[in-house]
């Protein structure tokens, strides 16, 4: 089944911007993860965060997590072309063992 | 992070046969494994969960007579697709667990593209 809805659907900026994308989640969750996946390839995975944290940072990334409101968002800092691709929210269940749940992704692309 | 694999990469079949995909975790013991399906332009779909030893969790709208699924050791699932048609084409991507009962990471395999003429 699939939990998240992610917005925007698809997003297209210039080099040197930043990218927001935003995901909603229905049910409690232990953690949330963002992934990348390039046009016909595998999944890579960029950040996890916590049921309990609020921020994360790693790199151009900062992922933020409002439980109440049942929200995450992905920000990518200063975007490159490479960062082209479709970005996933998965959301880790609060029931131990079980699978991923992945949002409707959005497509990003970044132009030079 | 530990490794998934998943073999083949790539098949293409002719309609009515059945093929196999293997997924192995190489450098841990995975006690739980789910399959996802993925359409193009489309998110990864949760299609079962299979649990070492017993029988396989299909999510509700997958056939589990056209999606048969393994779990026979700690390191490899299998996924065969019976009977395929092209509508069964998509990408399929394995992950695992490390420890049931556990929220350890879930590791993905490098997913398998079918294509089914």
């Known amino acids: 089944s699939q939990q998240g809805e992610e917005d925007p659907q698809a997003l297209s900026i210039q080099e040197g911007e930043n990218a927001t994308m935003n995901c909603s989640y229905k049910?409690?969750?232990?953690?949330l993860q963002w992934y990348r996946q390039n046009s016909g390839r595998g999944l890579v995975h960029l950040i996890l965060?916590?049921?309990?944290?609020r921020e994360k940072h790693s790199g151009r990334l900062r992922v933020t997590l409002d439980t109440s409101k049942k929200s995450s968002s992905l920000l990518i800092t200063a975007s490159r072309a490479a960062d082209t691709a479709s970005y996933f929210c998965?959301?880790?269940?609060?029931?131990?063992?079980?699978?991923?749940?992945f949002g409707k992704g959005t497509t990003l692309s970044v132009s030079s | 992070g530990a490794v998934v694999s998943q073999h083949p990469s790539r098949v293409i079949c002719k309609s009515g046969t059945s093929v196999k995909i293997e997924c192995r975790s190489l450098?841990?013991?995975?006690?739980?494994m789910f399959w996802y399906r993925q359409f193009p332009k489309q998110s990864l779909m949760l299609m079962a969960t299979?649990?070492?030893?017993?029988?396989?969790?299909?999510e509700q709208g997958v056939e589990k007579d056209k999606f048969l699924i393994n779990h026979a050791s700690l390191t490899l699932s299998t996924l065969t697709v019976t009977s395929a048609h092209p509508e069964d084409s998509s990408f399929y991507i394995c992950?695992?667990?490390?420890?049931?009962?556990?929220?350890?990471?879930?590791?993905f395999g490098p997913g398998t593209r079918l294509t089914v003429l």
């Open positions: 992950s695992a667990r490390e420890l049931a009962g556990g929220h350890n990471e879930q590791f």
């Open positions: 049910t409690s969750i232990n953690n």
């Open positions: 965060i916590r049921s309990n944290e």
């Open positions: 998965a959301t880790d269940p609060n029931q131990a063992g079980t699978a991923l749940i």
């Open positions: 450098d841990f013991q995975a006690t739980t």
């Open positions: 299979s649990n070492e030893g017993s029988k396989a969790t299909y």
